[in-house]
């Protein structure tokens, strides 16, 4: 069957999708599964976890060379106009419509449902119930490898210029976890007497199993939200999707973009989404002007990288539970749910 026929076959067949066709439909829908997205939305919906989104969903930040910032990856692209794709804002929508994507929606990030849930995102703002009590001072937040990066010779030197940036500050490093996997990056770390925390695997291992409930995939953002609140203040190496969620809470956030960072991770094939990467490294500091405004590199937080980031998470397209329920396209019982003790 050619790739036309096939796509053909699934738009006018959707409800063949049983268990034996499961890996096919995570593979088109799998953005939705990272960070444990679906289940922060349906914890809000107080639906359970058989519930596929039968859609795209963006997962975090990525830039565009055509319009700043591309709301999300589009993978597969032979299937983003049959499907509908779930972004985060009204900007992110009228990027895609630039570019003639015209099945974009904009519900506002899974951050802020989780938020919301908690009952910190109240009426449009962001509360904290009582005033934080950081048990750290610095939390440092360094670019991740991938299957594309890994650690190289140059990353103690990048961990060296991060702790004589910090002086004798009690810090802890937030590890991605291809990184926390890696004894000699932990090592690394713990030599300049950094604290070292991770909030689990980001999704399914090897990126097949994309449901899987190990590693702590589901509670990706609880666990990041508990690291942020511990801390006073936090660093970013480069401009990430966390900067916005501790940027929205208030903390003191910042991006310090060193050239010796980006030797710090080095390419270890030419596969697929290599050139983005490249090209997102040689617009480094143009990205993080976008996503804090042009003080990124101070150590505080303004109003306006406050205003960027809640701006970036789509606050304005927050949606109630009944009006995230009409929009989206939920079908349950197709996901294994995890046991009651999880």
Request: neutral net charge; proline residues 5%; aromatic residues 14%.
């Amino acid at each position: 069957m050619n790739t036309f026929n096939k796509i053909a076959f699934l738009k006018y067949n959707r409800g063949l999708f049983d268990a034996t066709n499961r890996e096919r439909m995570y593979w088109f829908f799998r953005e939705q599964f990272r960070f444990g997205h679906r289940e922060v939305l349906l914890d809000y919906l107080d639906l359970d976890y058989s519930h596929l989104i039968k859609g795209f969903l963006q997962h975090g930040v990525h830039p565009h060379p055509e319009v700043g910032y591309w709301p999300y990856q589009e993978l597969p692209k032979s299937f983003s106009t049959f499907y509908p794709s779930f972004v985060w804002s009204d900007e992110a929508v009228r990027n895609a419509k630039v570019l003639g994507k015209n099945h974009v929606r904009a519900i506002g990030a899974p951050w802020l449902y989780l938020l919301a849930k908690l009952g910190l995102f109240v009426d449009g703002k962001i509360i904290l119930e009582s005033e934080r009590n950081p048990s750290r001072d610095v939390l440092i937040v360094p670019a991740h490898g991938s299957g594309h990066y890994f650690a190289n010779s140059n990353y103690e030197k990048m961990v060296g210029n991060l702790r004589e940036r910090i002086g004798n500050s009690e810090a802890s490093v937030l590890l991605y976890y291809t990184e926390f996997c890696d004894p000699k990056v932990r090592q690394a770390w713990s030599d300049k007497g950094f604290f070292i925390e991770c909030s689990g695997f980001a999704w399914g291992a090897e990126n097949r199993t994309l449901w899987t409930y190990n590693g702590g995939r589901p509670r990706f953002l609880q666990n990041t939200l508990r690291v942020l609140l511990a801390h006073g203040e936090v660093i970013c190496t480069s401009p990430t999707t966390l900067a916005t969620y501790s940027a929205s809470l208030g903390i003191p956030t910042s991006l310090w973009i060193d050239d010796e960072i980006s030797f710090s991770l080095d390419l270890v094939n030419e596969g697929k989404g290599v050139e983005r990467l490249r090209a997102y490294d040689s617009r480094i500091r143009e990205i993080a002007k976008n996503l804090l405004g042009p003080d990124f590199e101070i150590r505080d937080i303004s109003r306006e990288k406050r205003q960027l980031s809640l701006k970036y998470l789509g606050v304005e397209s927050f949606q109630s539970q009944d009006s995230l329920r009409r929009l989206l396209p939920l079908e349950a019982n197709l996901i294994p749910v995890p046991l009651p003790s999880y």
